[in-house]
C-alpha cells in the first residue's frame, strides 16, 4: 500500500508562488498516474492537475491552466505542484493521489485514485 505525504502548504499573499510536495513511501510503477485534488471549505474535491510517472501526459484544469506545474521526480519518488501567481480562489486543502493504472478518460475523477495524502492547507490572502 503506497502512502502518501504531502507538504509546503501556507499561508501566502495574492500574486505569490508555492511549491507542494508529495513524497510516497515506495518506488511508483511507471503504470501510475499522480493527481493533485483540492477542497475548498463547503465545496466538493476537485481535479487540478495529473501526471503520468513516466511524465508522457500531464493535464490541468481549466482554472489552473497557465499558473500551476506539475512535475516528478523519480530517484526521490516524489510529485511537485509549483504554484504560481495564487490568487484567494486558490485557497483549499490540497490532496495528492495516486492511481495504479493509468486512464486518460478517468484521471480527473477523484473515484478513480486508490492511494491520498492526508492534505496540506493552502491559504491566499487578497
Known amino acids: 500500500q503506497v502512502q502518501l505525504v504531502e507538504s509546503g502548504g501556507e499561508l501566502v499573499q495574492s500574486g505569490d508562488s508555492l511549491r507542494l510536495s508529495c513524497a510516497a513511501s515506495?518506488?511508483?510503477?511507471?503504470?501510475?498516474?499522480m493527481g493533485w485534488f483540492r477542497q475548498a471549505p463547503g465545496k466538493e474535491r476537485e481535479f487540478v492537475a495529473a501526471?503520468?510517472?513516466?511524465?508522457?501526459?500531464?493535464i490541468y484544469a481549466d482554472a489552473v491552466k497557465g499558473r500551476f506545474a506539475i512535475s516528478r521526480d523519480m530517484s526521490k519518488n516524489t510529485v511537485f505542484l509549483q504554484m504560481n501567481n495564487l490568487k484567494p480562489e486558490d485557497t483549499a486543502v490540497y490532496y495528492c493521489?495516486?492511481?495504479?493504472?493509468?486512464?486518460?478518460?478517468?484521471?480527473?475523477?477523484?473515484?478513480?485514485?486508490?492511494?491520498w495524502g492526508q492534505g496540506t492547507q493552502v491559504t491566499v490572502s487578497s
Open positions: 501526471i503520468t510517472w513516466n511524465a508522457y501526459f500531464i
Open positions: 493521489a495516486a492511481d495504479p493504472t493509468f486512464n486518460y478518460r478517468e484521471v480527473r475523477e477523484k473515484s478513480s485514485y486508490d492511494y
Open positions: 515506495e518506488r511508483i510503477s511507471t503504470s501510475y498516474v
